[in-house]
């Protein structure tokens, strides 16, 4: 999906009126309406998980962003389900034109306890959800009025948030934000992301992103050349048909995972368990002799083969493994495989198997203190899944340049090692050997757990099985996959989730992508 600029959405906003024939105040309803469902479904995620919500408040600017937080609130009072709050920056009179006509349509009842002031008093209720409709896409610049004090003490009140549209006080484009801007749980963006999201600093403000289709053609949205790629969840959805009846467990295809080592057993077994998961038919685990797996609840569907080696992977470890290896269709290297420099020769022989390989972790580190390793190698196609420290010791060994933006850094990697990388971290990136990139939006602070990285390799090989979509496909959908996995394991907060729980969102996540999965 395309990730637009502020005056992008609106010329696509404008064209839906002028050329569908659909009024403004019907996208704001549509808007509204779409907010309203989200917001029902986030309160039951955050009761699933122990935050009960009983009162909704809602903060409406005087723009179109107020007049979807009108009809969102509308909605929501009529479910009877919630006590609703309406706070207003503006009186009526001062509204625009078609969030004028949605306040009209507020239930009386509603319309006689708005109040036009915010008081840390009006925070303190318990069990409160507020929903930010303040600012829209047109703010630039520092805040005025009493917005700035509203935004702090939404921020400081410690409720979740939900933003319409956008965060308010963020600026579309860039991200950036003045002294203040709301601190967003989830942020509910209509039709299209806007580029700021995508940057560092609109990553720390949006929280969750969840994309509302309120009905903008999409073939406007095609012709529009300044845009960012990014993955949302309507771009996985074909990732994850509906199996045959027939299907067997050689079709699936069968993933490999070598790592571990006598400092590290669980990485590989994270990376296994994963790959099962996601729907491989069969995986594959190898690890070097003196690996310690005694005691661990291990998943009796993996199969683990013990190789010689005193503790690390060395040459003599892939005579052992290399039928195994033959039989694979995809290779996964590196999860908590250590850097012991034996296994530089077991690490050759795996880049020279002809095969699709995944290296990650340690095999990362591996390939940063041996750069040659790349030009010798014979894979079908490489895929290297490096976090910050790991990309900034790939940059040193090739003379990359570290202090560029993200997706340029991954760009010049992926084309200097003729491999498909994910540079991972808060909206990771996928990109092609060529260049193409895709930033992923689905996650959660809960990914940042040590195993949240192995679990992603397992993912990947996983969907690496299918020659059909291409590489880039399946990778974009592993890392939606894996953050979405974040997200479901703790939808209210990000503290207590550990890798191993990720494993069990891995299958409630492809469902939420795409039912029959």
């Not at 703010?139 to 965060?167: C, M, Q, T």
């Not at 003379?399 to 491999?419: I, M, N, Q, Y």
């Not at 895709?438 to 940042?448: E, I, R």
């Not at 993912?459 to 979509?469: E, M, Q, V």
Request: glycine content about 12%; charged content about 25%.
């Amino acid at each position: 999906m395309k990730a637009l600029s502020a005056a992008s959405m609106r010329l696509l906003d404008s064209r839906t009126i002028a050329e569908t024939g659909v009024p403004g105040v019907a996208l704001m309803r549509r808007a509204g309406q779409l907010a309203a469902s989200a917001i029902l479904e986030y309160i039951h995620a955050l009761a699933g998980n122990g935050v009960p919500v009983r009162n909704i408040l809602f903060l409406a600017g005087k723009g179109n962003n107020g007049g979807d937080a009108f009809v969102a609130a509308k909605t929501l009072f009529e479910t009877g389900e919630f006590s609703i709050f309406l706070h207003c920056m503006t009186r009526e009179e001062s509204l625009s034109q078609d969030a004028f006509a949605v306040f009209g349509e507020l239930p009386e009842e509603l319309k006689q306890r708005i109040k036009y002031s915010l008081t840390e008093e009006d925070l303190s209720r318990p069990g409160t959800l507020i929903v930010d409709g303040l600012l829209g896409t047109g703010f630039r610049g520092e805040l005025k009025g009493d917005y700035g004090k509203w935004i702090f003490l939404a921020n400081a009140s410690g409720h979740h948030i939900v933003s319409l549209d956008i965060p308010s006080g963020m600026e579309a484009d860039t991200g950036k934000c003045g002294a203040h801007a709301i601190e967003a749980d989830l942020t509910l963006t209509m039709a299209n992301p806007k580029k700021g999201m995508l940057s560092p600093e609109g990553a720390l403000l949006c929280g969750r992103i969840q994309v509302l289709d309120i009905g903008i053609p999409g073939t406007f949205a095609d012709e529009i050349a300044d845009f960012e790629e990014c993955t949302v969840l309507s771009d996985v959805k074909k990732s994850f048909p509906k199996e045959k009846a027939n299907i067997h467990k050689y079709e699936r295809g069968h993933v490999l995972v070598l790592g571990g080592s006598c400092l590290y057993s669980g990485a590989p077994l994270l990376a296994g368990e994963a790959a099962a998961r996601t729907g491989a038919g069969l995986v594959s685990i190898a690890v070097p002799g003196g690996t310690l797996l005694e005691g661990r609840m291990i998943p009796r569907a993996l199969m683990i083969r013990k190789t010689g080696g005193k503790g690390f992977f060395s040459a003599s470890c892939w005579e052992e493994i290399g039928t195994l290896a033959e039989k694979a269709d995809v290779i996964v290297v590196g999860p908590g495989m250590g850097t012991n420099g034996e296994s530089i020769p077991f690490l050759r022989n795996v880049l020279r198997s002809g095969k699709r390989v995944l290296a990650d972790a340690d095999a990362l580190n591996l390939l940063a203190g041996n750069p040659e390793l790349f030009r010798e190698r014979a894979c079908e196609e490489l895929v290297l899944t490096p976090h910050e420290g790991e990309m900034r010791r790939l940059e040193k060994a090739l003379s990359l340049d570290s202090a560029l933006p993200r997706e340029e850094r991954a760009r010049r990697l992926a084309a200097k090692v003729r491999a498909f990388v994910i540079l991972k971290g808060v909206r990771t990136i996928v990109c092609t050997p060529e260049g193409k990139t895709a930033v992923n939006l689905s996650g959660s602070p809960a990914l940042a757990t040590a195993g949240s990285g192995d679990v992603l390799a397992g993912i990947c090989g996983a969907l690496l099985l299918k020659k059909d979509p291409e590489p880039f496909t399946a990778l974009r959908a592993a890392v939606f996959v894996h953050g979405l996995a974040g997200e479901l394991a703790d939808p209210s907060g990000s503290r207590g989730v550990l890798a191993d729980d990720l494993l069990e969102r891995i299958a409630p996540a492809m469902r939420k992508i795409s039912p029959r999965a």
